[in-house]
Each structure stands twice: as C-alpha cells, then as structure tokens.
C-alpha cells in the first residue's frame, strides 16, 4: 500500500519562505507531485518530480529524494492567498490512481 | 476549456432518496476519477474510469454507483446513503496513464439528512 506523512499544519509570515515536507511509503514509486487546495475549492495541481532533483515553478519549487523517500514543496516570497492546504501524492497500484497524503495546513499571517 | 465542472456544487439528501451528481470535462481527457473528502481530510479514490470503463473500484459501498455514458461526462447515482457519506465529492479527469497533472472539479458538497 502507500503512506505519505506530512506536517499537518504550518504557519508562516507573509513574505518569508516556507518548507512543506513528505514523506512516503509506496510499493512502487513513479513520482512525487503536490496539489494545493483553497478551503472549499478544488485541488489545483503544482507540480511534479519524476527524477531526484529540484524542480522551479515560479515561486513554487518542489525536490525529490528517491534514496530517502522524502520530498519537499519549497513556496518562496509567501503571499496571503497562499494560505490553503497542501497535499503530496503518489501513484497508487496500478495507473490513473492517485494517492494523497495527508496534506498541511498553510497559514500565512501578516 | 481546460476545466472540470461539476453539478450541483451543493445537495441535501435524505437517507431514502436518489440523486446524481455529474460531472463533465471537454479537455480529451480518457481517465476519470471520483474522490471523497472529509473535512480536514485529504481527497480518498471512489471509482476510476478509463477509456468510459470502469477500471478501478475501492471498495466503495454499493450505494454509490457510477456511470461514464462517454468520454467527456462521468455520474455518480446516490441511493439510500448514510449520514456519514456528508462530504465533498470531487470529479478530477487526466490524460490516460498519467499520475500528474490531474485536473479537479469545485466538487458537490452533499449532506445526507
């Protein structure tokens, strides 16, 4: 089966730079990726490592480390509307199922 | 159009009724998901349909039972649902094979009285 741990909430001034951590437990891993959901909204995908590795979006960056099973989303120059929850997730067994962690809670104060 | 739309986006329902709630996607997507979430809780995989087939079911309680007529609408027909299936359900539609990038309705927030 799969496990991803994450922080369940995070708090963070407006500006700063803020690490949102994962770790997972899957029987076969094709990749890590992260999806950011505003309270009563949809999951929006950000963004997805298949290698080890940091990946840049923007402000968004997301790094991989297979050998430690262990990912990261990195949000840069934190805004109020970041302020939602974050999810990781892997590839469930089989293809077109996707596993979710069990997301962090962002808040970003003044 | 690169959107999922679900309706409605809120139901009431009682234990002894029937509903549906749809979804529709115009991206060519040919995989279509059902999720469940919980409050404070992350989305949990209902039914995968790929290629308008049902491709995955986890376990989900024969009261939910979904429909794929073709490749842009996916349904969810709700019978005799319990109190605790109050949740949002969420549509979400990818390319085919893809386990990225997945692109997520506002969802329906149901709550069963």
């Known amino acids: 089966g799969q496990s991803l741990e994450q922080p369940s909430e995070v708090t963070a001034v407006e500006g700063a730079i803020v690490q949102i951590n994962c770790t997972y437990q899957t029987s076969g891993f094709y990749g890590l990726s992260w999806y950011q959901q505003h309270d009563g909204g949809a999951p929006t995908f950000l963004s997805y490592?298949?290698?080890?590795g940091l990946e840049e979006t923007g402000r968004f960056s997301s790094f991989l480390s297979r050998s430690d099973s262990y990912g990261y989303l990195l949000l840069q120059e934190l805004q109020m509307k970041d302020s939602a929850s974050y999810f990781c997730a892997v590839r469930g067994r089989g293809a077109n199922n996707l596993f979710f962690g069990t997301g962090t809670r962002l808040t970003v104060i003044p | 159009d690169t959107e999922v739309t679900q309706t409605p986006k809120h139901l009431v329902m009682g234990m002894t009724n029937k509903k549906s709630l749809k979804c529709e996607q115009h991206?060519?997507?040919?995989?279509m998901y059902w999720y469940k979430q919980k409050a404070k809780k992350p989305p949990e995989l209902m039914f995968v349909?790929?290629?308008?087939?049902?491709?995955i079911n986890e376990s989900v309680p024969s009261r939910f039972s979904p429909e794929c007529p073709n490749s842009s609408l996916l349904n969810l027909h709700l019978h005799a649902l319990q109190p605790e299936d109050s949740a949002l359900y969420l549509c979400?539609?990818?390319?085919?094979?893809?386990?990225?990038?997945?692109?997520f309705g506002s969802g329906t927030r149901l709550t069963v009285v």
């Open positions: 991206m060519g997507h040919r995989a």
């Open positions: 979400a539609s990818s390319p085919q094979g893809i386990d990225y990038g997945y692109t």
């Open positions: 349909y790929s290629y308008e087939k049902l491709s």
């Open positions: 490592n298949a290698l080890d």
